[in-house]
């Protein structure tokens, strides 16, 4: 499956962005990122068809994974942004239709979008 990222961006600390990920198929779906020397880490998870979410402890409240299954796109909607929040974001696809915080737990992986918070 190809997975295509999109919507990051430059915000100043306090903004808000929306990060989208187009997955054709039926698939659990999450969101990672990855800031510059650091290991890639889990940030939301959403299951098929989406009555479940995980979260990172670190973006809970902030942070709201939604899929919208007719456009086959998962959303990451990403409100009061601070500046530890920069990094690469990756979408990734599940095979399995359960939440997942891990990255072994997903099969495919798409090209990561850039989110930067300035201060």
């Known amino acids: 499956v190809q997975l295509q990222a999109s919507g990051g961006g430059l915000v100043q600390a306090g903004g808000s962005l929306r990060l989208s990920c187009a997955a054709s198929?039926?698939?659990?779906m999450g969101w990672f990122r990855q800031a510059p020397g650091k290991e890639r880490e889990f940030v939301a998870s959403i299951s098929w068809p989406g009555r479940s979410t995980d979260y990172a402890r670190s973006v809970k409240g902030r942070f709201t994974i939604s899929r919208d299954n007719t456009k086959n796109t998962a959303y990451l909607q990403m409100n009061s942004l601070k500046p530890e929040d920069t990094a690469v974001y990756y979408c990734?696809?599940?095979?399995?239709?359960?939440?997942?915080?891990?990255?072994?737990?997903?099969?495919?992986w798409g090209q990561g979008t850039q989110v930067t918070v300035s201060s």
């Open positions: 990734a696809a599940s095979n399995w239709y359960t939440v997942g915080n891990t990255r072994s737990h997903y099969n495919h």
């Open positions: 198929g039926h698939y659990g």
